[in-house]
């Protein structure tokens, strides 16, 4: 039922910043009840937790390597979550994915298409 989109993603130098968006496409109540998250895939790789956030904005949460460079947001009357990046690095190299996200694990059941971020240096 809920459908997810990930945008935002690109190419980009070692330094630079990027936005991405997610849009909770058909958003339940359910869905609601959960934090909402930020993960990412880098090829060979299992997908990892990034970031989480409340749809209210409390309560940000972020994997170490993260902290300091990226932050989580909401726009609860849109039904967006944006994760803005900066001073990004080549290991932040991956697919990103939202969903919604207990702690740090995804609970949506479902997975967006995702949007590909790559740094070059």
């Known amino acids: 039922q809920v459908q997810l989109v990930e945008s935002g993603g690109g190419l980009v130098q070692a330094g630079g910043s990027l936005r991405l968006s997610c849009l909770v496409s058909?958003?339940?109540?359910?869905?609601?009840?959960?934090?909402m998250g930020w993960f990412r895939q880098a090829p060979g790789k299992e997908r990892e937790f990034v970031a989480a956030?409340?749809?209210?904005?409390?309560?940000?949460n972020y994997e170490d390597s993260v902290k300091g460079r990226f932050t989580i947001s909401t726009d609860n009357a849109k039904n967006t979550v944006y994760l803005q990046m900066n001073s990004l690095k080549p290991e932040d190299t991956a697919a990103y994915y939202c969903n919604a996200v207990d702690r740090t694990t995804p609970t949506g059941g479902s997975w967006g298409q995702g949007t590909q971020v790559t740094v070059f240096s």
């Open positions: 058909g958003r339940t109540f359910a869905f609601s009840r959960y934090s």
């Open positions: 956030i409340r749809w209210s904005g409390g309560s940000p």
